[in-house]
């Protein structure tokens, strides 16, 4: 009379299970009652009245003494629109800009060198 394990579920370890919980659902039911029966009301402390310290006292004054930053005012737009950037001086001494010839003429003169270089397998 010996039993073999099975493949189905175990009903008879589920039904102790759930007697179990039962059970214990049941004695903290019962001992919530119980405690809130006999629950004596502790009377609290009387609240300290806040005394404000002296330390934080002198820093609110000492907040209110201190500047403020200052803060940037927003351009208007018919400001804006009036300012223009301003131009440099013709004769400032800035170098004249090369012509659109001369530089297209350096760029193939590079462009050359960069070719010889790759057909001697230098780069």
């Not at 493949?7 to 039904?15: F, H, N, Q």
């Not at 629950?39 to 609240?47: D, E, F, Q, S």
Request: charged share 30%; proline share 11%; net charge positive.
């Amino acid at each position: 009379s010996m039993k073999l394990g099975g493949l189905g579920p175990d009903y008879e370890a589920i039904k102790e299970k759930v007697k179990k919980l039962k059970l214990q659902k049941e004695y903290s039911r019962q001992i919530k009652e119980y405690n809130m029966k006999n629950i004596t009301v502790v009377p609290r402390l009387p609240a300290k009245p806040q005394v404000p310290s002296v330390s934080r006292q002198k820093a609110l004054e000492y907040a209110k003494k201190i500047p403020r930053p200052k803060t940037f005012i927003m351009k208007q737009p018919e400001q804006e629109e009036k300012e223009v950037v301003p131009q440099a001086p013709a004769g400032a001494g800035l170098p004249p800009l090369p012509s659109l010839e001369s530089l297209w003429s350096r760029h193939q003169k590079e462009k050359e060198l960069v070719a010889a270089f790759k057909h001697l397998h230098i780069l």
